[in-house]
Structure formats: C-alpha cells, structure tokens
C-alpha cells in the first residue's frame, strides 16, 4: 500500500472516531472539503504543514498517524529522505527538523 493511501485511510479512520464530518475537519483545519475527501483516498498530496494541522485537530500525534505502515529497506529510506531534504524549502527544513527532534523525544533515539 502507498503511504498517501495508508495515510488517508488513517486520517479517515481517526476523523470518523472523533465523529467529525470531512466538512468540519476540513473546516477546523482551514483546507477544503474537497481536498481533504482527496487526501483521505489517497489522491492529494499533502503538505507537512497541514498534515500536522490535521493530526491537531484529530488530537493524535503525527507519529501516530504513521504507526503500522509497512518501510521499505533503510538504503531506499535513506534515498527518499535525501531526496525530500533537498527539495525542501526553508519552512519545510523547519518543521523536518522539529520532526526528527520529537522523533528523538518521543523514542528516546539517542544520538552518536
């Protein structure tokens, strides 16, 4: 399964066990209707900015969201985070790099 579909369907699944509509979701989160109907199928593609909007609002953390999704080899993960970083603009380094630091919080990683 592709991550955007994991994703989506986790995203679906939280927001039907909160008992929110996708209009109130998308409302509290400031996107569209439409969109959000999208990236719950798996068809958007989301931005790190509003998929931690929507985790706020679904009171879940990003992680969360993530739990149970099947990686692919730590060389191909390598490669795909390279590739993310580097097309990344300031904004996103920001919050990639808050991520991995509540990653080391949340998992107590410790570093070399």
Known sequence: MELKDF???KIRSRRKEKGLSQAKLA???DISAKYL???ERGEGNITVFKLERIAEA???RLGKLLDN???PSPGIMRSELAN???AADDASIVMLYKMSKAVKITYK????
């Open 58 to 60: 679904l009171d879940v």
């Open 109 to 112: 990683v410790d570093e070399d």
């Open 69 to 71: 999704y099947e990686l």
């Open 7 to 9: 994703l989506g369907a």
């Open 27 to 29: 409302e509290i989160v």
């Open 84 to 86: 993310t970083i580097r």
């Open 37 to 39: 109907g999208e990236v």
